[in-house]
Structures are given as structure tokens and as C-alpha cells.
DNA sequence: TGAATGCTTCGGCCGCGGCCGAAGCATTGG
DNA sequence: CCAATGCTTCGGCCGCGGCCGAAGCATTCA
């Protein structure tokens, strides 16, 4: 064996994540919101129990991080890392074979906007990532990313202000869409750009899913912002 | 539950690779070259039939792709995607709790360089992406990366053609480094530089290890076009 | 202070899946 | 054509780990 240790750690994680029920965990709190344990036994589909004992193991692994509140025990997503982790997987198995795949309308909505982590994902996001990119307030090269000066004053305008905890993260990256299999804009510009939506009342978190909805300003606002018109 | 199929799909991947003779297997095709069935056995530490019912699985979820040449039976990673969500789990392990890890002559070699699917990584490629950025030829906004037109003539000269399988990838993409914590150069650039150094035969690939070595007329090339001095 | 709620720990059951030996195909070479 | 090599299929063993019931803490509230 040429690198045990590497080898062994990539396994654990994995297989860390390959269990239903911690899948199903994670997934719940991808948009980056932190729940209880309760909540989270529903979405793991198993008792309280069990599902203490996978959070246990999540949380040593570092892969989600504990916070109590009372007798509340609220989780999150240790780091942007373990997202980018799950997407990159979930990008994996979209490319899979061809398989049963339901398309109701909870799926559909997961399709056309759902917060991932902490920036946008899905159609609204790729259509975003577009207009911006045409209208000349980022730079798309070769799935590389850049804010321009234009850029800067315009998101200035929309209430953004991109400057605050600098250094700590990227600007603006791209992140590649399970769905649309194109990039939209992650980093901080990505989170800002869900933040400053959510603030304004254009969108709307659903209440057990990543999905979100948009509201009747939601819908005015992306077209006269962005130029976007909402299926 | 909120939505069946994803949480199901995302644990079949991440279980897929989650077994530790599987996470050996793809691991050893990490550099992107093909192996044949007997010389995964031998890296995933179990049997040939074992192995046989592991690269099966691999082949159905097209993890991995089979070539099959006479009596050998040559296997290779089935896509880019399979390598970036290695890579992303890497970083997961990494940022995890301190543990045992043994940092052998095998290991130093790792970090020093290695080739990551296609491209380099490790010290070597971070460092080159430096100097590639400070000379201008290429730059790195927050995450971000392309290719100058300085660089377009830089990378011509070094005798790169960088149009040739045009659209069908990005031309130059950053990749975190799990050993480095930084970003190095992926994307048809990071190909094409790992590539040509292999061709000038500056660097050699390892038998039986993602690690490369350096040749002599390697210390010459980097350090005279690159900048680079070898630790 | 006692009851209710939320979560964890303990103990034991059980099934999935990894493992190997033996046997069965395919290809190559003498 | 037979032996050797490389790989896969089959069958059965076995242990790890997920699962839940019951019980045990911790916190809140009446």
C-alpha cells in the first residue's frame, strides 16, 4: 500500500457520509441553518436514538458542530468545506446511470431555487450568474470568477457590502450546479447575494426542504434588478 | 422526508467510495492512469475475486471505466467529477481532527509533488501558481483563475497549445490543495503543464504512487523558467 | 418538587455486505 | 490442444454497524 494514511481517511469520510440516515442528516442542513436533534431524527427517517448516535459521529469527525440552547441541541454544518464535499458527490451521482428518478413538484421547486449552504443553487442561480455576466458585473472565464469595478458599485447599490470580513473567504467563486450542471456564484458574494434576497423578502426558506419560494416583490425585483423573468 | 433521491443518491456515492478497499483502488487510479485489475488487487489489500466484486460495483456506478485488452482487464477513473469529489473528501479529512499520521520519506514525496488526476499538486504546483501569478501570466482573484495574454504567449512558447480541445473544459481552474491548503492549477492549463513536464521529462511518475520525482534537467527547467528552486 | 420534554447511553438483535476458497470462463502461448 | 495466466462467478462464513426498547440525565415549566 502506497499511502495508508490518505487511503484510510478518505474511506472514513466517505463512509461517514454513505450511511442513509447521516446522508439524509447532512442534507438537511446543507442550507447551512442549524436544527435539533429532533428535527433531525425526522429527516434521517429514524428514532432519536440512533440518530444520537450518528450526530455523535458527525460531530467528532468535525463534519457538523453542537450548540445548546436549553435543553436544545442545535446542529450545523461544521464548514463551507463539508458543502463543497457534498456537492462535488452529488455532482457524482448525477452523472450516474440513468435511474428512477420522480420529478414532483417538491423536486421541481428544488430545481428552480434552493439555497446551498449558504449562497443560491438551481435554475435562479445559473440565470443569475448569467445576467450578471452579461451585463458585465462579473467576469466568467473558463469557470473562474471575478468581480468587476461595475460589479462593485452595483452590488454597493443593491445593499451588499462585499468588503466586511475580508480575507476570510473568496469573493466570488463558482460552484457547479447538480441540476442545471452550470456554475452559479458561490463565496461571499454568493452568500450576500441569498442574504440581501432573503433581507429584501424575495425569497422565502422553505419549511423542511432547501427549496425556497419566491414572493410577489421577489418576483418584481429579480425582473427589474436582474432582468429575470420567473417561470 | 423531504426529498427521497437525492439523500438516497448521496449516500450511495459517498458508500461506494467509503469501503477502504474501494477508497484504495480509486485512490491508486488517481493519477489518471489506467491499472489493471491484479494491480488494484495488490493496492486495495484484498483478494482478486474481492477486488473483481468491488471494480464491478465501481463499473456499474461508473466510477471507473474498463478497457479490455487481451486477457488484462485495465480500469481508469470514468471522469474529472470522480477526481474533484475525491479531492474535495481529501480536504474534509484534512481540516479533521488531528490523528496519527505517520509523515514517512512515501508521504514527504506527496507533498513535495504529485499528480492529482491530471494535473500537479503539492508543493510544486502551489508554488508554481505563485509564480505563475506574480509574472503575470496568469492571475488569481479570490479563488478565481485565467489565463493572461502575456500568458497565452508564455504557455505558447513553453510549448503548450491551449486551444486544442477547446469548450469541452475549462482552461484553467483552481483546485485546493489538500496538503498545501492553497489553490493550484487545474483545468486544461494544469493538464497541459503536467503533461509537458513529463514530456520535457522534467518529473517521472512514481511506480506505485501518485508522487513524482524530479530529474535533473527538472531542477534545470524550473529553476530556469519558472523560477522555481527544488527543496 | 414533580411531570413533561429533549436528548443520550446501554444492551442486545439482526441483516447487509465484505471476505475468501473453489470453480468456471476467456485469452495467450507453447 | 493443453497448460498457464488473468479475471469473474458462486457459495457460504462472519463480523461490523445500524437499529430500536428501555433506562438515565438535563432542562423547563407548572
Known amino acids: 500500500m502506497t499511502n495508508i494514511v490518505s487511503g484510510n481517511s478518505l474511506a472514513e469520510v466517505a463512509a461517514l457520509i454513505g450511511d442513509p ?20 431524527a425526522w429527516h434521517a427517517g429514524v428514532s432519536a436514538q440512533t440518530t444520537s448516535g450518528h450526530l455523535a459521529k458527525l460531530t467528532e469527525a468535525r463534519f457538523i458542530a453542537l450548540e445548546k ?25 448525477a452523472n450516474g446511470p440513468r435511474r428512477y428518478r420522480p420529478t414532483g413538484p417538491k423536486d421541481q421547486a428544488m430545481r428552480t431555487a434552493r439555497t446551498c449552504y449558504d449562497h443560491l443553487a438551481g435554475w435562479l442561480a445559473v440565470t443569475l450568474a448569467d ?27 443593491f445593499g451588499l457590502n462585499l468588503d466586511e470580513p475580508k480575507n476570510t473567504r473568496p469573493l466570488c467563486r463558482t460552484c457547479l450546479d447538480w441540476s442545471e450542471r452550470r456554475s452559479h456564484l ?14 429584501l423578502g424575495w ?15 421577489g418576483v418584481e425585483g429579480f425582473r427589474d434588478t436582474f432582468g429575470i423573468t420567473l417561470p
Chains 1, 2 share one sequence.
Not at 473562474?144 to 452590488?155: D, L, M, Q, S
Not at 447575494?193 to 433581507?199: A, G, N, T, V, Y
Open 21 to 40: 440516515a447521516r446522508a439524509n442528516i447532512l442534507q438537511a442542513l446543507a442550507d447551512g441553518r442549524a436544527l435539533t436533534a429532533g428535527e433531525l
Open 131 to 157: 445576467r450578471l455576466s452579461a451585463r458585465q458585473f462579473i467576469v466568467l472565464s473558463d469557470g473562474a470568477a471575478a468581480v468587476t469595478e461595475e460589479g462593485h458599485r452595483f452590488f454597493r447599490d
Open 203 to 217: 425569497i422565502k426558506r422553505g419549511r423542511d426542504s432547501r427549496a425556497v419560494t419566491f414572493t410577489p416583490q
Open 69 to 93: 440552547q436549553g435543553r436544545h441541541h442545535y446542529f450545523r454544518l461544521a464548514s463551507p468545506e463539508i458543502a463543497t464535499a457534498m456537492e462535488a458527490l452529488m455532482i457524482v451521482a
Open 186 to 199: 458561490a463565496g461571499r458574494l454568493g452568500a450576500g447575494l441569498c442574504q440581501r434576497c432573503l433581507d
